[in-house]
């Protein structure tokens, strides 16, 4: 079965630093786009960062481009956020995507998803 597995999330400091890790199996990893969807209780999830198969080509949302970065290792199976300049108070659940190909920031157009991780921001 496909599994994505995300780690790293907790407690940060506003303004600070945390790095999401995505662990995947069950899929020829570098074959597929991977991302990243984040959500705020009552609030619809929402794209972060997308990176392309060979990892030459990435995507960022406008309220995280320049603080955040995406990363993958194929030989791993392991894609990851690099999560800088944290500003939003509060808690967010981070999830990990991945599908075959990248068709935009939409929701519908990943098929697989990890449970999430969660991350809180506090001052």
């Known amino acids: 079965q496909v599994q994505l597995v995300e780690s790293g999330g907790g407690l940060v400091q506003a303004g600070g630093s945390l790095r999401l890790s995505c662990a995947a199996s069950?899929?020829?990893?570098?074959?597929?786009?991977m991302g990243w969807f984040r959500q705020t209780p009552g609030r619809q999830r929402e794209f972060v960062a997308a990176?392309?198969?060979?990892?030459?080509?990435?995507y960022y949302a406008n309220s995280v481009k320049g603080r955040f970065a995406i990363a993958r290792d194929n030989n791993k199976n392991m894609v990851y956020l690099q999560m800088n300049s944290l500003k939003t108070e509060g808690t967010d659940v981070y999830y990990c995507?991945?599908?075959?190909?990248?068709?935009?920031?939409?929701?519908?157009?990943?098929?697989?998803w990890g449970r999430g991780d969660q991350v809180t921001v506090c001052s």
């Open positions: 990176i392309s198969w060979s990892g030459n080509s990435t």
């Open positions: 995507t991945a599908d075959l190909t990248y068709g935009g920031g939409d929701e519908g157009g990943f098929s697989y």
């Open positions: 069950g899929l020829p990893f570098s074959y597929y786009v």
